[in-house]
């Protein structure tokens, strides 16, 4: 699992575009609704960010890559990238993409995976239990406190979850349940290991890890991943920052 963070601020709008679009029509059209200028970066960032990754572990791949979004909106690898992958080395990747404030993100995996970064937002106490009240499970609730930062720990997870798992748009927050494993971490700026409680009719249920990952907590950012359980991918996860 590869995972590659980028700082929106140190790009111009026109190396994301050209980095990522070509002269690919329909980015051309879709872009060109978004009226925010850092909306639109963001947006090319995160794929700006997969594309970087490439560079470093799969250098023979043509960029910028081909992606598409699925029926949900969900973006995936076109059917020509797909094809290329396995033809060149033999692999059917997974990736996922997020953005918020002023960072962009992307990871790359063996399998099933979903990443999410959340710029934390002042909430008062209460506030902050009514979201929890309102998305997540009782237990989660219990352990948030009114708390802001483990509740964008919990939030992040099960963003990332969602993704991965791609139920995005078809499980509820409150559906399943995220535990953090490791507490003790959680004032340390290490990464914090995460295991999720999911109980569905196809055997689903545990397959799922993930992480917190403080790179970026100390100016106010909360990012999680989660992979199909695969000690080595989600253990051995290389991060560029």
């Known amino acids: 699992m590869t995972i590659n963070l980028i700082d929106i601020r140190k790009y111009e709008k026109n190396v994301l575009f050209n980095g990522v679009c070509k002269a690919r029509q ?15 970066k963001l947006s090319l960032a995160s794929e700006y960010s997969l594309n970087q990754i490439m560079t470093r572990i799969y250098p023979n791949m043509t960029l910028p890559l081909d992606i598409k979004h699925d029926k949900s909106g969900c973006p995936i690898f076109s059917d020509k990238t797909v094809s290329e992958f396995k033809n060149k080395y033999d692999i059917n990747p997974y990736f996922s993409l997020s953005h918020s404030g002023d960072y962009a993100c992307s ?4 399998y099933q995976v979903g990443i999410d970064i959340e710029k934390m937002e002042k909430r008062d106490g209460e506030k902050i239990s009514n979201f929890a009240h309102r998305f997540f499970c009782r237990e989660e609730t219990e352990w948030i406190n009114s708390d802001v930062v483990r509740f964008y720990m919990v939030w992040c997870a099960k963003e990332a979850f969602l993704k991965a798992s791609g ?18 971490k959680i004032n340390s700026g290490k990464e914090i290991n995460l295991k999720y409680d999911y109980q569905a009719d196809d055997n689903q249920s545990g397959l799922y890890v993930g992480k917190i990952l403080l790179d970026k907590s100390d100016e106010g950012y909360m990012m999680a991943v989660c992979s199909l359980q695969n000690s080595s991918d989600i253990i051995d996860c290389e991060i560029f920052v």
């Open 26 to 40: 329909d980015y051309s059209v879709r872009f060109s609704k978004q009226k925010s200028e850092k909306n639109v």
């Open 107 to 110: 990871v790359i995996s063996d």
């Open 167 to 184: 139920l995005a748009g078809k499980l509820a927050m409150s559906g399943f349940r995220v535990e953090i494993v490791e507490e003790s």
